[in-house]
Every structure is written in structure tokens, then in C-alpha cells.
């Protein structure tokens, strides 16, 4: 009942700039967190950027500086701007929300299909 889709991926050269979204619908009362992972071959997922239940940000130490999280609360949408981009930024990025469907419900993680970066020249 609740589905995230990601947007805006696609091939880009060392150095540029791409920006990716996601947006949420469904049944949603309350967004807890809602941020980016991403997962090269071979390696495991890992968090990107995320925005905690108390509101603050935080980022993966690779992408300090280079990456910032948004988030346009009325669409329910959130969005990774990357800039500087590093061949090693090849992923596919996947975005992650922890939702409540209603008051008394629990929080539960939802995932979307993911959208493939490539950084290459």
C-alpha cells in the first residue's frame, strides 16, 4: 500500500552532476526516515544520506561534501543531488522510508526498485 519510485538515473562523466528522486505514495501517515542506500557488484548496500526521525541528516563519509539529501514534505518526495562525481559513485541507488500507515500502526521499511548511476567517461 505504500510504494517508493526512484527517478533520475542514468550515465554521467567523472566530475559532473546528476540528482535522482524518489517519491512516496500511498497510505501514509507519518515518515520517519526516509533516505538513500546504494549497492555496487560485489558489494554490500550501503547507507548514502538519510534523513533521521528527529529531522537531521546524515551522510557516509565517502559523500561528505559532494552529496546533499532534500526533501519536499507536501509531495512526499526526497531527493539526492550528487555533484563531483567519483567513478567508485557506480551504483544502483535504492530509496528507503520508514512509514506509518496510521496512528496506531508500526513503522515499517519500504523499498524501492532502485535507479542505476554510472560514472564513467
Known amino acids: 500500500q505504500v510504494q517508493l519510485v526512484e527517478s533520475g538515473g542514468g550515465l554521467v562523466q567523472p566530475g559532473g552532476s546528476l540528482t535522482i528522486s524518489c517519491a512516496a505514495s500511498g497510505s501514509i501517515f507519518r515518515t520517519n526516515a526516509m533516505g538513500w542506500y546504494r549497492q555496487a557488484p560485489g558489494k554490500q548496500r550501503e547507507l548514502v544520506a538519510v534523513f533521521t526521525s528527529g529531522g537531521s541528516t546524515n551522510y557516509a563519509d565517502s559523500v561528505k561534501g559532494r552529496f546533499t539529501i532534500s526533501r519536499d514534505n507536501a509531495k512526499n518526495t526526497v531527493y539526492l543531488q550528487m555533484n563531483s562525481l567519483k567513478p567508485e559513485d557506480t551504483a544502483v541507488y535504492y530509496c528507503?522510508?520508514?512509514?506509518?500507515?496510521?496512528?496506531?500502526?508500526?513503522?515499517?521499511?519500504?523499498w524501492g526498485q532502485g535507479t542505476q548511476v554510472t560514472v564513467s567517461s
Open positions: 528507503n522510508a520508514a512509514i506509518q500507515s496510521s496512528y496506531y500502526g508500526t513503522v515499517n521499511d519500504y
